[in-house]
């Protein structure tokens, strides 16, 4: 497997949560890495919401601090995003997205930099 699956997106009203997950290879979690969650909403460009990488540096966008956690655990080869106390502009298409042999630097939220993406999972913040 080189693509990541998400999963774990859904509707939720205001103020609710979610966890959105992230399934990669063994084999990206053997070494370097970099993971990102970007989302993209209809009409708008793809943005960086969180990232961690193998010394588990995490990184946040602005809009999401102290809101949403990004963790893994390696003994699953997965990734989450936790997202607590969501609001309707967090509403989007989810995608995790990887690249190995480097580790997140200030980097972390351009798409540009990472080689394998998944198909995303949608969330969906009613008000």
């Known amino acids: 497997q080189v693509q990541p699956v998400e999963s774990g997106g859904g509707s939720v009203q205001g103020g609710g949560s979610l966890t959105l997950s992230c399934v990669v290879s063994e084999y990206t979690l053997s070494a370097n890495y970099c993971v990102s969650w970007f989302r993209q909403a209809p009409g708008k460009e793809r943005e960086g919401v969180a990232g961690?990488?193998?010394?588990?540096?995490?990184h946040y966008a602005d809009a999401v601090k102290g809101r949403f956690t990004i963790s893994k655990d390696s003994g699953k080869n997965t990734l989450y995003l936790q997202m607590n106390s969501l609001k309707p502009e967090d509403s989007a298409m989810y995608y995790c997205?990887?690249?190995?042999?480097?580790?997140?630097?200030?980097?972390?939220?351009?798409?540009?930099?990472?080689?394998?993406w998944g198909q995303g999972t949608q969330v969906t913040v009613s008000s």
């Open positions: 961690i990488d193998t010394i588990s540096s995490t």
């Open positions: 997205a990887y690249s190995t042999g480097r580790l997140c630097g200030t980097g972390w939220y351009l798409p540009r930099g990472f080689d394998y």
